[in-house]
Protein backbone atom coordinates (compact mmCIF):
# COMPACT_ATOMS: atom_id res chain seq x y z
CA UNK A 1 0.00 0.00 0.00
CA UNK A 2 2.43 2.57 0.68
CA UNK A 3 4.86 1.80 -2.39
CA UNK A 4 1.32 2.28 -4.29
CA UNK A 5 1.35 5.89 -2.49
CA UNK A 6 4.88 6.72 -3.11
CA UNK A 7 4.20 5.49 -6.78
CA UNK A 8 1.21 7.91 -7.07
CA UNK A 9 2.34 10.61 -5.64
CA UNK A 10 5.47 10.79 -7.78
CA UNK A 11 3.58 9.62 -11.25
CA UNK A 12 1.15 13.01 -10.05
CA UNK A 13 4.19 15.38 -9.38
CA UNK A 14 5.37 14.36 -12.64
CA UNK A 15 2.32 14.81 -14.73
CA UNK A 16 1.17 18.10 -12.99
CA UNK A 17 4.55 19.27 -12.66
CA UNK A 18 4.34 20.10 -8.91
CA UNK A 19 7.13 20.69 -6.90
CA UNK A 20 7.42 19.75 -3.05
CA UNK A 21 6.12 23.30 -1.98
CA UNK A 22 2.85 22.86 -4.55
CA UNK A 23 2.56 19.26 -2.62
CA UNK A 24 2.70 20.06 0.75
CA UNK A 25 -0.40 22.80 0.14
CA UNK A 26 -2.03 20.01 -1.34
CA UNK A 27 -1.46 18.01 1.84
CA UNK A 28 -2.53 20.72 4.09
CA UNK A 29 -5.52 21.16 2.20
CA UNK A 30 -6.46 17.66 3.36
CA UNK A 31 -4.86 18.11 6.81
CA UNK A 32 -7.45 21.14 7.64
CA UNK A 33 -10.37 19.31 7.11
CA UNK A 34 -9.08 16.39 9.34
CA UNK A 35 -8.46 19.04 12.19
CA UNK A 36 -11.79 20.60 11.53
CA UNK A 37 -13.73 17.34 12.38
CA UNK A 38 -10.92 16.48 14.88
CA UNK A 39 -12.23 19.63 16.60
CA UNK A 40 -15.78 18.74 15.77
CA UNK A 41 -15.45 15.08 17.29
CA UNK A 42 -13.70 16.32 20.40
CA UNK A 43 -16.87 19.42 20.58
CA UNK A 44 -19.66 16.44 20.16
CA UNK A 45 -18.02 14.06 22.87
CA UNK A 46 -18.61 16.76 25.51
CA UNK A 47 -21.94 17.47 24.31
CA UNK A 48 -22.83 14.58 25.19
CA UNK A 49 -21.31 14.01 28.67
CA UNK A 50 -23.29 17.00 29.13
CA UNK A 51 -26.70 15.62 27.30
CA UNK A 52 -26.41 12.27 29.71
CA UNK A 53 -25.43 14.29 33.04
CA UNK A 54 -28.10 16.83 32.63
CA UNK A 55 -30.08 16.36 29.79
CA UNK A 56 -29.30 19.46 28.17
CA UNK A 57 -25.84 20.18 26.35
CA UNK A 58 -24.49 24.29 26.08
CA UNK A 59 -23.16 26.55 28.84
CA UNK A 60 -21.48 25.00 31.43
CA UNK A 61 -22.74 27.78 33.65
CA UNK A 62 -26.26 26.88 32.36
CA UNK A 63 -25.82 23.75 33.27
CA UNK A 64 -24.27 24.06 36.44
CA UNK A 65 -27.09 26.12 37.78
CA UNK A 66 -29.68 23.69 36.90
CA UNK A 67 -28.26 21.09 39.05
CA UNK A 68 -29.01 20.91 42.55
CA UNK A 69 -25.94 22.50 44.46
CA UNK A 70 -24.86 18.45 46.30
CA UNK A 71 -24.46 17.51 42.61
CA UNK A 72 -21.94 20.58 41.22
CA UNK A 73 -20.09 19.54 44.52
CA UNK A 74 -19.27 15.97 43.75
CA UNK A 75 -20.17 15.68 39.97
CA UNK A 76 -15.86 17.29 39.16
CA UNK A 77 -14.54 15.07 42.02
CA UNK A 78 -15.77 12.26 40.02
CA UNK A 79 -15.11 13.55 37.13
CA UNK A 80 -11.76 13.68 38.02
CA UNK A 81 -11.57 10.87 39.45
CA UNK A 82 -12.08 8.57 35.75
CA UNK A 83 -10.25 10.93 33.77
CA UNK A 84 -7.65 10.10 36.10
CA UNK A 85 -7.67 6.28 35.73
CA UNK A 86 -8.03 7.40 31.89
CA UNK A 87 -4.56 9.34 32.20
CA UNK A 88 -2.93 6.17 33.45
CA UNK A 89 -4.08 3.97 30.81
CA UNK A 90 -2.17 7.14 28.56
CA UNK A 91 1.30 6.66 30.87
CA UNK A 92 0.55 2.62 30.99
CA UNK A 93 3.71 1.38 28.73
CA UNK A 94 5.01 4.40 27.67
CA UNK A 95 8.73 5.19 26.69
CA UNK A 96 9.87 8.29 29.16
CA UNK A 97 12.07 9.64 26.40
CA UNK A 98 8.93 9.21 24.04
CA UNK A 99 7.21 12.98 23.50
CA UNK A 100 3.20 13.24 23.22
CA UNK A 101 2.56 16.30 22.84
CA UNK A 102 2.55 17.84 19.11
CA UNK A 103 4.73 21.06 19.93
CA UNK A 104 7.69 18.85 21.11
CA UNK A 105 7.01 16.03 18.14
CA UNK A 106 7.25 19.00 15.80
CA UNK A 107 9.83 21.53 17.50
CA UNK A 108 12.12 18.98 19.14
CA UNK A 109 10.98 15.64 17.84
CA UNK A 110 10.25 14.08 13.88
CA UNK A 111 7.00 14.59 13.86
CA UNK A 112 5.46 11.74 15.19
CA UNK A 113 2.57 12.02 17.57
CA UNK A 114 2.02 8.62 19.43
CA UNK A 115 -1.86 7.38 18.62
CA UNK A 116 -2.52 5.61 21.77
CA UNK A 117 -1.17 8.27 24.50
CA UNK A 118 -2.92 11.20 22.84
CA UNK A 119 -6.31 9.35 22.78
CA UNK A 120 -5.98 8.78 26.27
CA UNK A 121 -5.23 11.89 27.42
CA UNK A 122 -8.52 13.28 24.96
CA UNK A 123 -10.56 10.93 26.61
CA UNK A 124 -9.16 12.01 30.32
CA UNK A 125 -9.45 15.67 28.87
CA UNK A 126 -13.15 14.92 27.58
CA UNK A 127 -14.20 14.07 30.78
CA UNK A 128 -12.77 16.34 33.30
CA UNK A 129 -13.71 19.06 31.26
CA UNK A 130 -17.48 17.31 30.54
CA UNK A 131 -17.76 17.28 34.52
CA UNK A 132 -17.30 20.58 34.85
CA UNK A 133 -13.59 20.85 35.00
CA UNK A 134 -11.68 24.28 34.91
CA UNK A 135 -9.83 24.12 32.11
CA UNK A 136 -9.57 24.98 28.44
CA UNK A 137 -10.96 22.52 26.14
CA UNK A 138 -8.13 23.84 23.25
CA UNK A 139 -5.50 21.73 24.50
CA UNK A 140 -7.26 18.82 23.09
CA UNK A 141 -8.91 19.83 20.41
CA UNK A 142 -5.22 20.91 18.98
CA UNK A 143 -3.77 18.33 19.96
CA UNK A 144 -5.85 15.62 17.99
CA UNK A 145 -5.92 17.96 15.18
CA UNK A 146 -2.26 17.33 14.74
CA UNK A 147 -2.40 13.83 15.38
CA UNK A 148 -4.60 13.47 12.70
CA UNK A 149 -2.07 15.67 10.52
CA UNK A 150 0.60 12.95 12.05
CA UNK A 151 -1.32 10.00 10.41
CA UNK A 152 -1.75 11.58 7.48
CA UNK A 153 1.58 12.23 7.05
CA UNK A 154 2.68 8.75 8.25
CA UNK A 155 0.52 7.07 6.11
CA UNK A 156 1.92 9.17 2.98
CA UNK A 157 5.36 7.93 4.13
CA UNK A 158 6.37 11.80 4.64
CA UNK A 159 10.40 11.93 5.61
CA UNK A 160 10.64 13.59 9.18
CA UNK A 161 11.09 17.01 8.09
CA UNK A 162 7.98 16.87 5.94
CA UNK A 163 5.87 15.25 9.07
CA UNK A 164 6.95 17.77 10.92
CA UNK A 165 5.60 20.70 9.04
CA UNK A 166 2.06 18.46 8.27
CA UNK A 167 1.60 18.41 12.32
CA UNK A 168 2.21 22.02 12.15
CA UNK A 169 -0.76 22.91 9.76
CA UNK A 170 -2.61 20.29 11.79
CA UNK A 171 -2.61 22.40 14.92
CA UNK A 172 -3.00 25.62 13.09
CA UNK A 173 -5.93 24.00 11.98
CA UNK A 174 -7.07 23.07 15.34
CA UNK A 175 -6.09 26.49 16.76
CA UNK A 176 -8.53 27.92 14.56
CA UNK A 177 -11.55 25.06 14.72
CA UNK A 178 -11.17 26.36 18.46
CA UNK A 179 -11.23 30.19 18.14
CA UNK A 180 -12.67 31.12 14.11
CA UNK A 181 -8.75 32.97 14.07
CA UNK A 182 -7.51 31.54 11.07
CA UNK A 183 -4.37 33.89 10.49
CA UNK A 184 -3.76 33.82 14.41
CA UNK A 185 -3.93 30.01 14.09
CA UNK A 186 -1.01 30.40 11.14
CA UNK A 187 1.31 32.86 13.53
CA UNK A 188 0.46 30.36 17.24
CA UNK A 189 2.40 27.51 15.27
CA UNK A 190 4.96 29.88 13.89
CA UNK A 191 5.23 32.01 16.97
CA UNK A 192 5.31 29.26 19.51
CA UNK A 193 6.13 26.12 18.30
CA UNK A 194 8.34 26.92 15.63
CA UNK A 195 10.02 30.40 16.80
CA UNK A 196 10.28 32.11 13.22
CA UNK A 197 8.49 32.86 10.66
CA UNK A 198 9.25 31.61 6.97
CA UNK A 199 7.07 31.34 3.81
CA UNK A 200 8.15 27.68 3.36
CA UNK A 201 6.28 26.72 6.96
CA UNK A 202 3.88 29.58 7.00
CA UNK A 203 2.26 29.31 3.62
CA UNK A 204 1.01 26.03 4.18
CA UNK A 205 -0.03 26.41 7.53
CA UNK A 206 -2.12 29.58 6.40
CA UNK A 207 -4.22 27.09 4.08
CA UNK A 208 -4.86 24.61 6.55
CA UNK A 209 -6.06 27.33 8.59
CA UNK A 210 -8.30 29.12 6.36
CA UNK A 211 -9.29 25.11 4.96
CA UNK A 212 -10.27 24.66 8.34
CA UNK A 213 -12.24 27.58 9.48
CA UNK A 214 -14.30 26.81 6.20
CA UNK A 215 -14.72 23.67 7.03
CA UNK A 216 -16.54 24.61 10.45
CA UNK A 217 -18.45 26.86 9.20
CA UNK A 218 -20.09 24.44 6.92
CA UNK A 219 -21.48 22.89 10.14
CA UNK A 220 -25.27 23.55 11.52
CA UNK A 221 -24.76 25.70 14.63
CA UNK A 222 -21.44 26.23 14.47
CA UNK A 223 -21.01 30.03 16.08
CA UNK A 224 -17.27 31.61 17.28
CA UNK A 225 -16.71 31.11 20.74
CA UNK A 226 -16.61 35.13 21.81
CA UNK A 227 -19.09 37.36 20.58
CA UNK A 228 -18.01 40.47 20.68
CA UNK A 229 -19.28 44.06 19.81
CA UNK A 230 -18.62 46.83 17.89
CA UNK A 231 -15.48 48.47 19.28
CA UNK A 232 -15.43 51.98 20.23
CA UNK A 233 -12.99 54.87 18.46
CA UNK A 234 -10.25 55.79 20.72
CA UNK A 235 -9.01 58.84 20.25
CA UNK A 236 -6.38 61.55 22.15
CA UNK A 237 -4.92 60.55 25.42
CA UNK A 238 -6.88 57.42 26.42
CA UNK A 239 -4.55 55.21 24.65
CA UNK A 240 -2.40 55.50 27.65
CA UNK A 241 -4.75 54.18 29.31
CA UNK A 242 -4.48 51.26 26.96
CA UNK A 243 -0.77 51.59 28.01
CA UNK A 244 -0.99 51.53 31.81
CA UNK A 245 -3.32 48.18 31.16
CA UNK A 246 -0.54 46.84 29.10
CA UNK A 247 1.68 47.13 31.86
CA UNK A 248 -0.63 45.36 34.51
CA UNK A 249 -1.47 42.71 32.52
CA UNK A 250 2.38 42.18 31.34
CA UNK A 251 3.24 42.05 35.19
CA UNK A 252 0.22 40.08 35.92
CA UNK A 253 0.42 37.53 33.68
CA UNK A 254 3.69 36.04 34.85
CA UNK A 255 2.52 35.65 38.28
CA UNK A 256 -0.98 33.77 37.24
CA UNK A 257 1.21 31.07 35.72
CA UNK A 258 3.46 31.08 38.40
CA UNK A 259 0.19 30.30 40.26
CA UNK A 260 -0.54 27.51 38.73
CA UNK A 261 2.76 26.07 38.40
CA UNK A 262 2.66 26.36 42.24
CA UNK A 263 -0.39 24.24 42.14
CA UNK A 264 1.26 21.88 40.09
CA UNK A 265 4.36 21.55 42.62
CA UNK A 266 1.80 21.44 45.62
CA UNK A 267 -0.43 18.39 44.28
CA UNK A 268 2.73 16.64 43.12
CA UNK A 269 3.90 16.45 46.88
CA UNK A 270 0.62 14.97 47.84
CA UNK A 271 1.21 10.81 48.14
CA UNK A 272 -1.56 10.42 46.12
CA UNK A 273 -2.36 7.90 43.01
CA UNK A 274 -3.08 10.32 40.79
CA UNK A 275 -6.96 9.41 40.25
CA UNK A 276 -7.19 10.62 43.53
CA UNK A 277 -5.30 13.92 43.32
CA UNK A 278 -7.41 14.82 39.91
CA UNK A 279 -10.37 14.06 42.27
CA UNK A 280 -8.98 16.17 45.00
CA UNK A 281 -8.74 18.75 42.26
CA UNK A 282 -12.49 18.33 41.24
CA UNK A 283 -13.63 18.65 44.75
CA UNK A 284 -12.13 21.85 45.42
CA UNK A 285 -13.66 23.39 41.80
CA UNK A 286 -17.21 21.17 43.27
CA UNK A 287 -16.68 23.44 46.72
CA UNK A 288 -16.37 26.46 44.95
CA UNK A 289 -18.97 26.19 42.08
CA UNK A 290 -21.50 25.57 45.61
CA UNK A 291 -21.53 29.20 45.75
CA UNK A 292 -20.27 30.51 42.25
CA UNK A 293 -21.11 28.02 39.74
CA UNK A 294 -19.68 30.43 37.44
CA UNK A 295 -16.14 29.06 37.29
CA UNK A 296 -16.98 25.71 35.55
CA UNK A 297 -15.81 25.11 32.32
CA UNK A 298 -13.60 27.49 30.39
CA UNK A 299 -15.47 30.53 31.10
CA UNK A 300 -16.84 31.11 27.36
CA UNK A 301 -20.37 32.17 28.55
CA UNK A 302 -19.24 34.54 31.36
CA UNK A 303 -16.94 36.48 29.06
CA UNK A 304 -19.60 37.09 26.54
CA UNK A 305 -22.07 38.23 29.34
CA UNK A 306 -19.00 40.59 30.58
CA UNK A 307 -18.74 42.05 27.15
CA UNK A 308 -22.63 42.19 26.44
CA UNK A 309 -23.98 43.86 29.88
CA UNK A 310 -22.83 45.45 32.53
CA UNK A 311 -21.09 44.26 35.72
CA UNK A 312 -20.33 45.31 39.42
CA UNK A 313 -16.74 45.31 40.71
CA UNK A 314 -17.61 43.37 42.74
CA UNK A 315 -19.18 40.93 40.94
CA UNK A 316 -16.26 40.77 39.07
CA UNK A 317 -13.73 40.22 41.89
CA UNK A 318 -15.57 37.42 43.09
CA UNK A 319 -15.70 35.35 39.55
CA UNK A 320 -11.83 36.30 38.53
CA UNK A 321 -10.84 35.48 42.17
CA UNK A 322 -12.76 31.80 42.26
CA UNK A 323 -12.15 31.30 38.67
CA UNK A 324 -8.26 31.57 38.78
CA UNK A 325 -8.13 29.59 42.16
CA UNK A 326 -10.84 26.67 40.29
CA UNK A 327 -8.27 26.77 37.45
CA UNK A 328 -5.12 26.39 39.57
CA UNK A 329 -6.83 23.02 40.93
CA UNK A 330 -7.81 21.63 38.08
CA UNK A 331 -5.01 22.63 36.24
CA UNK A 332 -2.63 21.33 39.18
CA UNK A 333 -4.08 18.71 40.32
CA UNK A 334 -2.49 17.10 36.38
CA UNK A 335 -5.66 17.32 34.59
CA UNK A 336 -5.34 17.27 30.92
CA UNK A 337 -6.45 20.79 29.32
CA UNK A 338 -5.14 23.89 28.36
CA UNK A 339 -4.89 27.20 30.04
CA UNK A 340 -5.36 29.55 26.96
CA UNK A 341 -8.63 30.11 27.36
CA UNK A 342 -8.70 30.82 30.96
CA UNK A 343 -5.93 33.34 30.27
CA UNK A 344 -8.09 35.09 27.69
CA UNK A 345 -10.67 34.67 30.61
CA UNK A 346 -8.16 36.45 33.06
CA UNK A 347 -7.56 39.32 30.52
CA UNK A 348 -11.50 40.17 29.83
CA UNK A 349 -12.08 40.28 33.64
CA UNK A 350 -9.72 42.40 34.54
CA UNK A 351 -9.31 44.32 31.58
CA UNK A 352 -13.71 45.14 32.90
CA UNK A 353 -12.33 46.04 36.18
CA UNK A 354 -9.70 48.11 35.17
CA UNK A 355 -12.24 49.70 32.70
CA UNK A 356 -14.52 50.34 35.40
CA UNK A 357 -12.49 51.77 37.41
CA UNK A 358 -11.30 54.22 34.63
CA UNK A 359 -14.37 55.26 34.15
CA UNK A 360 -15.08 56.18 37.73
CA UNK A 361 -12.15 58.55 37.22
CA UNK A 362 -12.39 60.16 33.80
CA UNK A 363 -16.28 59.44 32.84
CA UNK A 364 -16.39 62.01 29.98
CA UNK A 365 -13.56 60.74 28.39
CA UNK A 366 -13.09 56.81 28.28
CA UNK A 367 -14.78 54.15 26.68
CA UNK A 368 -17.25 51.48 28.31
CA UNK A 369 -15.64 48.76 30.32
CA UNK A 370 -16.09 46.24 27.76
CA UNK A 371 -13.80 47.78 25.20
CA UNK A 372 -10.87 47.39 28.07
CA UNK A 373 -11.89 43.98 28.49
CA UNK A 374 -11.39 43.08 24.64
CA UNK A 375 -7.70 44.58 25.04
CA UNK A 376 -7.17 43.28 28.15
CA UNK A 377 -7.54 39.63 26.87
CA UNK A 378 -5.17 39.99 24.10
CA UNK A 379 -2.88 41.66 26.20
CA UNK A 380 -2.99 39.12 29.09
CA UNK A 381 -2.49 36.72 26.45
CA UNK A 382 0.60 38.00 25.23
CA UNK A 383 2.10 38.39 28.42
CA UNK A 384 1.55 35.28 29.33
CA UNK A 385 2.45 33.33 25.62
CA UNK A 386 5.09 35.91 24.61
CA UNK A 387 3.79 36.02 21.51
CA UNK A 388 2.44 39.28 21.27
CA UNK A 389 2.02 38.91 17.08
CA UNK A 390 -0.18 35.68 17.25
CA UNK A 391 -2.43 37.48 20.62
CA UNK A 392 -3.20 41.08 18.32
CA UNK A 393 -4.23 38.57 15.24
CA UNK A 394 -6.36 36.91 17.40
CA UNK A 395 -8.29 39.53 19.16
CA UNK A 396 -8.51 41.59 15.99
CA UNK A 397 -9.88 38.70 14.22
CA UNK A 398 -12.12 38.20 16.64
CA UNK A 399 -13.79 41.54 16.45
CA UNK A 400 -12.76 42.42 12.79
CA UNK A 401 -12.57 45.79 13.96
CA UNK A 402 -10.07 48.18 12.70
CA UNK A 403 -10.91 50.42 15.65
CA UNK A 404 -9.46 48.18 17.89
CA UNK A 405 -6.15 47.64 16.43
CA UNK A 406 -3.92 50.71 18.27
CA UNK A 407 -5.16 50.48 21.81
CA UNK A 408 -4.56 46.32 20.88
CA UNK A 409 -0.78 46.21 19.59
CA UNK A 410 0.38 48.84 22.39
CA UNK A 411 -1.39 46.81 24.76
CA UNK A 412 0.06 43.96 23.62
CA UNK A 413 3.89 44.84 22.93
CA UNK A 414 3.98 46.39 26.55
CA UNK A 415 2.42 43.38 28.29
CA UNK A 416 5.16 41.38 26.32
CA UNK A 417 7.87 43.44 27.26
CA UNK A 418 6.99 43.52 30.88
CA UNK A 419 6.43 40.22 31.11
CA UNK A 420 9.56 39.06 29.27
CA UNK A 421 11.92 41.97 31.61
CA UNK A 422 10.17 40.64 35.23
CA UNK A 423 11.02 37.16 33.81
CA UNK A 424 10.97 34.35 30.85
CA UNK A 425 7.87 32.44 32.59
CA UNK A 426 5.48 31.28 29.05
CA UNK A 427 2.91 29.14 29.20
CA UNK A 428 4.49 26.47 26.61
CA UNK A 429 7.44 24.86 27.83
CA UNK A 430 8.67 25.06 24.46
CA UNK A 431 8.86 28.74 24.90
CA UNK A 432 10.91 28.71 27.84
CA UNK A 433 13.18 26.33 26.49
CA UNK A 434 13.78 28.13 23.77
CA UNK A 435 14.52 31.15 25.99
CA UNK A 436 16.92 29.40 27.77
CA UNK A 437 18.55 28.43 24.39
CA UNK A 438 18.84 32.36 23.30
CA UNK A 439 20.44 33.13 26.20
CA UNK A 440 22.83 30.95 26.71
CA UNK A 441 23.51 31.69 23.38
CA UNK A 442 23.57 35.52 24.14
CA UNK A 443 25.59 34.29 27.29
CA UNK A 444 28.11 32.78 25.04
CA UNK A 445 28.43 35.96 22.46
CA UNK A 446 30.00 37.62 25.49
CA UNK A 447 32.37 35.04 26.65
CA UNK A 448 36.07 34.97 26.58
CA UNK A 449 38.89 32.98 27.54
CA UNK A 450 39.13 33.46 30.65
CA UNK A 451 36.03 31.18 31.06
CA UNK A 452 37.46 28.05 28.67
CA UNK A 453 40.89 27.76 29.87
CA UNK A 454 42.30 24.77 31.68
CA UNK A 455 45.53 23.80 33.27
CA UNK A 456 48.88 23.73 30.70
CA UNK A 457 50.26 20.22 31.90
CA UNK A 458 53.10 19.83 29.18
CA UNK A 459 55.44 23.61 30.61
CA UNK A 460 58.71 22.75 31.05
CA UNK A 461 61.24 25.40 31.90
CA UNK A 462 64.38 26.85 29.56
CA UNK A 463 66.78 24.70 31.13
CA UNK A 464 64.87 21.40 30.58
CA UNK A 465 67.14 18.38 29.10
CA UNK A 466 65.86 16.82 25.44
CA UNK A 467 65.45 13.66 27.57
CA UNK A 468 63.45 16.06 30.18
CA UNK A 469 61.42 17.11 27.23
CA UNK A 470 61.26 13.28 26.20
CA UNK A 471 59.56 12.07 29.00
CA UNK A 472 56.71 14.88 29.07
CA UNK A 473 56.59 14.15 25.03
CA UNK A 474 55.80 10.18 25.69
CA UNK A 475 53.67 10.97 28.87
CA UNK A 476 51.42 13.22 27.05
CA UNK A 477 49.77 12.86 23.65
CA UNK A 478 50.68 16.57 22.21
CA UNK A 479 52.72 18.19 19.75
CA UNK A 480 53.92 21.36 21.60
CA UNK A 481 55.24 22.05 25.05
CA UNK A 482 55.29 25.71 25.99
CA UNK A 483 58.28 27.38 27.15
CA UNK A 484 58.52 29.47 30.67
CA UNK A 485 61.14 31.22 32.34
CA UNK A 486 62.02 31.18 36.04
CA UNK A 487 59.03 34.31 36.10
CA UNK A 488 56.83 32.00 34.49
CA UNK A 489 56.79 33.88 31.41
CA UNK A 490 56.25 32.30 28.01
CA UNK A 491 59.13 31.96 25.87
CA UNK A 492 57.79 30.11 23.06
CA UNK A 493 57.06 26.69 22.28
CA UNK A 494 58.74 23.11 21.87
CA UNK A 495 57.78 21.19 18.58
CA UNK A 496 57.91 17.54 18.66
CA UNK A 497 59.08 17.03 15.22
CA UNK A 498 61.91 19.10 15.94
CA UNK A 499 63.37 17.05 18.64
CA UNK A 500 62.30 13.59 16.75
CA UNK A 501 64.39 14.78 14.04
CA UNK A 502 67.52 15.30 15.91
CA UNK A 503 67.03 11.77 17.79
CA UNK A 504 66.03 9.90 14.39
CA UNK A 505 69.18 11.23 12.23
CA UNK A 506 71.54 11.19 16.06
CA UNK A 507 72.51 14.59 16.29
CA UNK A 508 74.48 15.48 19.23
CA UNK A 509 71.84 16.68 21.85
CA UNK A 510 73.61 16.14 25.34
CA UNK A 511 73.99 19.78 25.87
CA UNK A 512 71.07 21.20 24.19
CA UNK A 513 67.99 22.57 26.44
CA UNK A 514 64.47 23.56 25.58
CA UNK A 515 65.99 27.01 24.87
CA UNK A 516 67.40 26.13 22.08
CA UNK A 517 64.26 24.42 20.44
CA UNK A 518 61.73 27.02 21.13
CA UNK A 519 60.33 28.63 18.22
CA UNK A 520 58.84 32.17 19.51
CA UNK A 521 56.39 33.06 16.37
CA UNK A 522 53.44 31.03 18.11
CA UNK A 523 49.63 31.99 18.36
CA UNK A 524 48.53 33.55 21.58
CA UNK A 525 45.15 33.84 23.35
CA UNK A 526 43.93 36.18 25.87
CA UNK A 527 42.08 35.98 28.66
CA UNK A 528 39.93 39.00 27.36
CA UNK A 529 39.03 37.30 24.05
CA UNK A 530 36.29 36.57 22.39
CA UNK A 531 35.34 33.57 20.80
CA UNK A 532 35.09 34.59 16.89
CA UNK A 533 39.15 36.49 17.66
CA UNK A 534 40.04 32.79 18.79
CA UNK A 535 38.45 30.78 16.58
CA UNK A 536 40.61 32.89 13.82
CA UNK A 537 43.63 31.95 15.19
CA UNK A 538 42.75 28.51 15.12
CA UNK A 539 41.81 28.17 11.96
CA UNK A 540 45.36 29.12 10.62
CA UNK A 541 46.94 26.57 13.32
CA UNK A 542 46.67 22.94 13.15
CA UNK A 543 46.91 22.02 16.75
CA UNK A 544 44.25 20.63 19.24
CA UNK A 545 45.53 23.78 21.90
CA UNK A 546 46.89 27.06 22.29
CA UNK A 547 48.38 29.05 25.17
CA UNK A 548 46.98 31.85 26.97
CA UNK A 549 48.59 34.85 28.18
CA UNK A 550 47.85 37.50 30.64
CA UNK A 551 48.92 40.49 28.40
CA UNK A 552 51.77 41.16 25.76
CA UNK A 553 53.44 43.22 28.33
CA UNK A 554 53.23 40.94 31.02
CA UNK A 555 53.25 37.12 29.18
CA UNK A 556 52.29 34.83 31.91
CA UNK A 557 51.38 31.65 31.02
CA UNK A 558 47.42 31.22 32.48
CA UNK A 559 47.27 28.11 30.75
CA UNK A 560 45.13 26.59 27.51
CA UNK A 561 42.56 26.53 25.60
CA UNK A 562 41.62 23.39 23.77
CA UNK A 563 39.40 23.71 20.15
CA UNK A 564 36.46 21.42 20.95
CA UNK A 565 35.79 23.23 23.98
CA UNK A 566 36.36 26.38 21.74
CA UNK A 567 33.50 24.80 18.52
CA UNK A 568 31.82 23.45 21.44
CA UNK A 569 30.62 26.93 22.60
CA UNK A 570 30.76 28.59 19.42
CA UNK A 571 28.14 25.63 18.31
CA UNK A 572 26.10 27.22 21.11
CA UNK A 573 26.44 30.56 20.25
CA UNK A 574 25.19 29.93 16.68
CA UNK A 575 22.13 27.88 17.84
CA UNK A 576 23.55 25.12 15.95
CA UNK A 577 23.75 20.92 16.96
Not at 534 to 560: C, H, K, N, W, Y
Request: with cysteine; aromatic share 10%.
Amino acid sequence: MLSFLLKLRTRAQTLFRLSDAHTMLIWSVIVGIGGAFATILFREGIGLIQHALSGTSGSFIQMARRLPWYVRFWLPAAGGLVAGFALLLATRGASTTKKSDYMEAVALGGGVVPVRQSVWRSVSSLLTIGTGGSIGREGSMVQLAALAASLVGRFANFDPPRLRLLVACGAAAGITSAYNAPIAGAFFVSEIVLGAISMESFGPMVVSSVVANITMREFVGYKPPYQMPVFPAVTGWEVLLFVVLGLLCGALAPQFLHFVDAAKNQFRRLPLPLPVRLALGGLIVGVISVWVPDVWGNGYSVVNQVLHSPWTWQALVAVLVFKVLATAATAGSGAIGGIFTPTLFVGAIFGSLFGLGMHALFPAHTSAAFAYAIVGMGAFLAGATQAPLMAILMIFEMTLSYEVVLPLMVSCVVAYFVARATGTTSMYEITQHRYRDEEERMRLRATQMRELIQPAQTVVPLAASVADMTRVFLEYPVKYLYVTDDAGRFCGAVALKDITSDLLEKRETAHKTAADYTHTPFPLLKPNMPLGTALELFMGFQGERLPVIESDAEPTLAGVVYKTSLLDAYRKMTGGD
